[in-house]
Every structure is written in C-alpha cells, then in structure tokens.
C-alpha cells in the first residue's frame, strides 16, 4: 500500500510526563503518551493510527498468545545539547524486523509504516527522550497475529504496534555470565536468527537457573557439541585476543544479527583493531585466557549497548577480568556515546533526524 501513509493522530488529552520520576528510570517499565497502532487485514495494511497508551482489547483465541507468531524490535532515540532528537540505525532494525516477519510466516511492514510511522510518534512524545548519560527513548515495534482461532496456521490479521520507554541502563553493573551446556537457544533451520517473542521465552529457564548460581546471564553454546559460542541472553558477544576482537559469526543463522553488533564492527577497525566474524569455540577462549591473551569479553546490544564482563563461569573454570585494565570495551563505548549524543559527527550517517 501507500505511499505516503495517512495516520490518523488522536492526542491524549493530559500528559503524564510530571508522573515519571526521570531520575529513576528502570529499563521498559514506564511508557510514553502515545503509542503507534496498524492493522493488517485482508491481504494488506488498513488503518494507521496514533492514539493514547493504552490498554488492548483482545481475544483469547488469538494465534499469538497460542502459538507465538509475535515478532519484535529495539531501538534508541537520543537527543543531543540542541534538544534535537535523533534515532540510531533505526533503518537497519526496519530491515531485520520484515527478515524476522518473513521467518516467521508474518507480512512484512511498509517503510511508510515502520519508519515514518515510528518518526511521527517520536515527534509527539519527543519530551520524553531522557538526556541523562546511559538513558534514552527505547522504542518498542512489535508485531502479533490476532486471527481468532486455535487452529495451527499463518495468522491472517496482525496488529503492528510502537511503543516507547523512555529508559536507564539495562546492565548497570559489570556481568557475570556463565556457559551454558545444558539447555540450547537455537539451531542451524531455527529461528535463532529471528527476534521473535519464543526465543526470549525459551530462555528465561536457563537463565534463572543461572542467576540462582549467582550469575546475571548466560553464554549460549552450541545445540550439539555445546562447545561453539553464539550469543548472550540479550546481547551479542565479542572476545578480545591480542589485537583482535573476535565474534561469532552470522552463518549458520543461530545468532542475531544484531545492529550494535555491526556498529561495534566497524568502530572496533577503525579503533585498529582486527575483527574477525567466525566460529570460536569455549576451549579457544579458555586456552587463550591461559596464555594471557583473552584481554576482555563483552556484550552488544541495543538494550544492552557496551557490557562490561568481569567474570565467565565454564564447568569449574571461572575467567577474571580486571576492571581496571580494560581499554578497548571503554573506548568502543565512549566512542558510540559520542555519537549518539552528537558530541561526535556521525560520518556513517547512522543517526536519523527526527
Ligand atoms: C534489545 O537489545 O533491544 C533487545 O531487544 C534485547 C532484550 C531487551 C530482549
């Protein structure tokens, strides 16, 4: 459908910026007046509409709540001194969405929807983009299949809908994150490549076993050998050997494709490093902590931006890292920082103005 995308804008009539304490801002609990709602139907998009926050009024027969045809998104906004505010990469998260809809049997959304739809929300609640260092807007697209029956098949009504959180830190303290050899995220023909509800469901029984042992998150291994390294919990990882920042690779389609995983790409060779996209097993790293050349471990994530990692549990090895010496996971985050909050110019053309 269309081309320039009619949305219909209903305002609330009294915001409630003054009830959110800005100072406190844990990660997605606190919502923004507005929020963006489409309607697939019918074979395409209908109506698109911004209207107050609010409650949905829903089916309990919808196929989603069933059989998790549900797929969603994370962006940041930002705004820089000016009070101009800017979106980061939002173009390529709009790319994965419609990768992880297709996947999963579901319409892909129009750029006029996604993004400009996005933009006009944004401009509405701009107020709440939070200006505190490690605090943004964090958007929120998602899409849902609300066909009304209990029949396993691709859904033929979806609703698309944005929300925005405006958002503190999702790690505030460096991690500790244990291997894990028991249960598995994805396989080669899954849907590991995909941001789709499930994968984060079928995670949190590992993950709490793992925070029972006193470990924030786990380290993802692979579903046969449960040797091959792929992702964290909510995050991309990087291994820093020597002079080269090693990552998972993307091909066999068990890890995501994750946006801050390629900004931290190319901002780690322009740093001087050598990147290196492939296959790293849990012994390598092992052995190379040994020879003292693992310098660092850290996450990327747009939730999670630059993680810390201090600490990696594997069978009864436990590898320190020490805070203090660490320079590439502080300077990589330094320098997105600048970027986002435009204290840097943005020479890749990442940032869009809202
Ligand atoms: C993100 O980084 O935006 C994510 O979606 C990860 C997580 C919060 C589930």
Not at 180 to 191: S, W
Not at 337 to 346: E, K, L, N, Q, S
Request: with cysteine; glycine share 6%.
């Amino acid at each position: 459908m269309v081309e320039a995308v009619n949305i219909n804008v209903t305002k609330v009539a009294k915001s409630k910026i003054t009830e959110v304490d800005f100072n406190h801002l844990p990660f997605g609990k606190y919502f923004t007046d507005h929020m963006l709602v489409a309607t697939y139907a019918n074979g395409d998009w209908q109506s698109v509409e911004i209207r107050p926050y609010e409650a949905l009024s829903l089916q309990p027969s919808i196929v989603a709540i069933h059989y998790g045809q549900s797929i969603f998104e994370g962006i940041k906004a930002y705004r820089n001194e000016s009070g101009e505010a800017y979106v980061f990469r939002p173009y390529d998260n709009f790319k994965r969405f419609n990768v992880s809809a297709e996947r999963m049997c579901m319409p892909t959304v129009p750029e006029e929807i996604f993004i400009e739809g996005m933009k006009q929300l944004i401009e509405l609640d701009k107020e709440w983009i939070p200006t505190e260092a490690d605090h943004s807007l964090y958007i929120r697209p998602f899409m849902f299949a609300t066909d009304e029956i209990i029949g396993v098949k691709p859904s033929e009504n979806y609703l698309f809908i944005i929300i925005l959180s405006p958002t503190g830190p999702y790690y505030s303290a460096p991690m500790k994150i244990c291997v894990e050899e028991t249960y598995t995220r994805a396989a080669p023909g899954g849907v590991g490549f995909a941001k789709n509800a499930g994968n984060y469901g079928a995670s949190l029984l590992a993950t709490q076993i793992a925070k029972q042992k006193g470990y924030d998150q786990i380290l993802w291994t692979d579903a046969f050998e449960h040797k091959w390294l792929q992702e964290v919990g909510t995050m991309n990882v990087f291994f820093i050997i020597n002079n080269t920042a090693v990552t998972p690779s993307l091909d066999e389609g068990t890890i995501l494709a994750g946006v801050t995983r390629d900004t931290a790409i190319t901002v780690l060779r322009e740093m001087g490093l050598t990147v290196e996209e492939r296959r790293i097993s849990i012994d390598e790293l092992v052995e190379a902590y040994h020879a003292g050349t693992l310098k660092e471990v850290f996450g990327t994530g747009t939730a999670a931006t630059i993680s810390l990692i201090e600490k990696l549990k594997y069978k009864e090895e436990i590898l320190n890292f020490d805070l203090s010496k660490l320079t590439v996971a502080p300077e990589l985050k330094h320098r997105l920082d600048d970027i986002r909050t435009g204290v840097v110019a943005d020479s890749h053309g990442w940032m869009l103005h809202i």
